[in-house]
């Protein structure tokens, strides 16, 4: 008969030894981990829905401001207006600015943008901005998240169903479950014969639809730039490839993209003359508007009902959305000038200008009225949307919303 085991002096302090250990590493996991470095505040209750603006303000005056450095234009997730400063993003009530959730961690924020209901946080790690967190914008509950290589800054942008970041030296596609569609570029540690280690160029300036990213890129040992059309393929660090040589437009040029629909690419060529080309997947430039005057460096897109605007620094070009088909200009008329890309509104197109806005017929671009603001001086453009009846304006690192 075997004898039963008889636990010893020694067994216990082993026993002991690794429950400690455990403890211990936990502990340090814990401690190291983005969940400690976190503060998360949920909605106390339900948010309720924005309600579609059925007629443009007559007057506008501002209702509330708050500092929002890390977007680049007004984003509205959900039923609210999310700003992004320091560490945290906010949710905001657009009517009052009242912040109804908030996400933080302990370092500063890359960039916000958004996709679906979600907003879209990127943070710094050792390998770039590339610690991505998404916040669902109508309770605050946090959302996908996903690591990546980053550059040390990057761009966002969302067609509406996809998220682009990019960098001067590597760009990558999500999709609103954080789920990698693309990833080009630089890479710190390859793990793939044929995939490139080191950035071949610098990305100037990018944007993508659900079905391709196209990148402006300013390559060693090239004189003009270089218009890349990217692919989802079946591996995501191996999209399909469609180089487009730019011959006579400088790397050092204002040339970029302006947007992507389907598979064309809408992109700003300063020379020979002047030009917004709409390129195909295969290359060939299939649509070509011409510009009374250069763009200057300061340009902003927005994309809003259906179109697509461009301000070009004193002009705003107007594009449909679906196949970026040129529609009309607004150009500067007497004392007013565009200074800013717009927003639609009640199916008028919103126009900010010098002293105001100026409302026109989203279809046909016909001047309807101007409603008169009083802004300070600015370097920026202003970036406006609509949320609900409530304006939005993007002015540099602050947010400004404004009401009847």
């Given at each position: ?27 340090l996991i814990w401690w190291n981990s983005d969940a400690r470095a976190t503060i998360s505040r949920p909605a106390q209750q339900p948010i309720p829905q924005l309600r579609v603006s059925h007629q443009v303000p007559v007057t506008l005056h501002q209702l509330w401001s708050a ?338």
């Open positions: 008969m075997v004898k039963p085991e008889r636990r010893t002096k020694g067994d216990l302090i082993a026993a002991a030894a690794i429950v400690l250990a455990v403890i211990l590493g936990g502990t500092t929002s450095a890390k977007t680049r234009r007004p984003i509205v997730a959900g039923s609210v207006v999310v700003t992004g400063d320091g560490h945290q993003i906010d949710g905001r009530d657009p009517v009052t600015g009242a912040s109804l959730w908030s996400y933080a961690r302990d370092v500063d924020l890359c960039a916000v943008s958004s996709v679906y209901q979600y907003a879209v946080g990127v943070y710094p790690d050792p390998r770039g901005c590339g610690q991505v967190s998404t916040v669902d914008a109508n309770t605050g509950q946090r959302g996908p998240a996903r690591s990546s290589l980053g550059d040390p800054e990057v761009r966002l942008s969302s067609d509406g169903s996809t998220v682009l970041s990019y960098g001067d030296s590597r760009l990558e596609q999500w999709r609103s479950d954080m789920v990698r569609m693309i990833s080009y570029g630089y890479l710190d540690a390859p793990i793939k014969p044929g995939v490139p280690a080191s950035p071949l160029c610098r990305l100037v300036s990018a944007a993508a639809s659900p079905d391709s990213v196209a990148v402006m890129e300013a390559c060693p040992k090239q004189t003009d730039m270089q218009l890349t059309l990217l692919k989802p393929a079946k591996e995501e660090d191996q999209p399909d490839i469609k180089r487009v040589n730019q011959p006579g437009v400088s790397v050092d040029s204002d040339a970029q993209v302006i947007a992507v629909a389907g598979t064309s690419v809408a992109v700003y060529v300063p020379t020979p003359s002047p030009s917004v080309n709409v390129i195909d997947e295969t290359g060939s430039t299939i649509a070509s508007t011409a510009l009374p005057r250069p763009a200057t460096p300061v340009t902003a897109v927005t994309h809003s009902g259906g179109l697509i605007t461009w301000y070009t620094g004193d002009s705003v070009v107007v594009l449909d959305a679906d196949g970026l088909r040129y529609k009309y200009t607004v150009s500067p008329q007497g004392n007013q000038a565009p200074i800013g890309p717009a927003t639609v509104m009640a199916g008028e197109l919103l126009v900010p200008v010098t002293s105001g806005y100026d409302t026109f017929d989203a279809e046909t671009g016909e001047p309807l009225t101007h409603i008169a603001l009083s802004r300070p001086v600015l370097n920026s453009p202003v970036v406006p949307a609509a949320a609900g009846s409530t304006i939005l304006e993007q002015r540099g690192d602050q947010l400004v919303a404004l009401g009847q």
